[in-house]
C-alpha cells in the first residue's frame, strides 16, 4: 500500500498570502489530522477529519481551515499568512477516529517572508 | 507546566548500549502513542498502548497509568536508531493528542 502522501514538499510564501496543502492518506483510511511542528512549540494539533466532517480542532486561529473530500483527502487552508506561520505541516492518516493508531505523510515545509 | 514531559532533552550513547527515554503527563489518557522523527522530519509511529507493555524488535514501551508515566527502552541501541522519540497522549477529555517536546537520540559507533 502507499504510503501517506503530502504535497507540496517545500513552499515559499510573502506575508498576507493564502496558501493551501494537500494530503491523500492511505487507502481504506477515513481519518485524516493535521498538525503543525515548529522549533519554539513543537508538534501542536490542529483538526482532524473523518467521513468529511471536521470532528476535533485545536487552538490555532480561524486563518487555518481544512475540510476533506469524499474520497477521504483533505486539504488545509491558511489566509493571510503571518512569518509565525513558518513551520512543518504535517498530516496523517488512519482507519478511524482518535484511538488508532496514526501513519504520518513526510510533512510540507512552510516558509513565510 | 507542560501537560506530556519528557526526559531526558538530549541524550548520548555508545553503539549497542540500554538506552531508556521517560514521558510523565499530567491529563487523563486513551491511548499513549510513542512517535520517531528522523532528520528531514518524517515521523513514523513506533507503539500506541494503553496498558502494560509492548515490544516490537529492539524496542520496549511501558505504560503505568496509575503513575501516568511511560518509558521507551532501546536495547543493544545502533546508530541507526539517532533520532527524535517523541512522546503523545491522547487527552481522554478532549480527544486530541498532546505532544511532549521530544529526546534527542545520538548514538555514536
Redesign the interface.
Known amino acids: 500500500k502507499a504510503g501517506v502522501t503530502q504535497t507540496p514538499r517545500y513552499l515559499i510564501k510573502t506575508r498576507g498570502q493564502q496558501v493551501t496543502l494537500s494530503c491523500s492518506p492511505i487507502s481504506g483510511h477515513r481519518s485524516v489530522s493535521w498538525y503543525q511542528q515548529t522549533p519554539g512549540q513543537g508538534l501542536q494539533f490542529l483538526f482532524e477529519y473523518f467521513s468529511e466532517t471536521q470532528r476535533n480542532k485545536g487552538n490555532f486561529p480561524g486563518r487555518f481551515s481544512g475540510r476533506q473530500f469524499s474520497n477521504s483527502r483533505s486539504e488545509m487552508n491558511v489566509s493571510t499568512l503571518e512569518l509565525g506561520d513558518s513551520a512543518l505541516y504535517l498530516c496523517a492518516s488512519s482507519l478511524g477516529l482518535s484511538y488508532y493508531e496514526q501513519y504520518f505523510g513526510p510533512g510540507t515545509r512552510l516558509t513565510v517572508t | 507546566k507542560n501537560e506530556v514531559e519528557q526526559s531526558p532533552q538530549n541524550l548520548t550513547a555508545q553503539e549497542g548500549e540500554f538506552i531508556t527515554i521517560n514521558c510523565s503527563y499530567s491529563v487523563g489518557i486513551?491511548?499513549l502513542?510513542w512517535?520517531q522523527q528522523h532528520p528531514?522530519?518524517?515521523?513514523?509511529?513506533l507503539f500506541?498502548l494503553s496498558s502494560g507493555k509492548k515490544k516490537h524488535g529492539r524496542l520496549i514501551a511501558t505504560i503505568n497509568i496509575q503513575e501516568k508515566h511511560s518509558s521507551l527502552h532501546i536495547t543493544a541501541s545502533h546508530p541507526r536508531d539517532s533520532a527524535v522519540y517523541?512522546c503523545?497522549v491522547?487527552s481522554y477529555n478532549?480527544?486530541?493528542?498532546?505532544?511532549?517536546?521530544?529526546t534527542r537520540l545520538q548514538v555514536f559507533p
Open positions: 486513551s491511548a502513542h512517535l528531514g522530519g518524517g515521523i513514523v509511529s500506541m517523541i503523545a491522547l478532549t480527544d486530541k493528542l498532546i505532544f511532549g517536546t521530544g
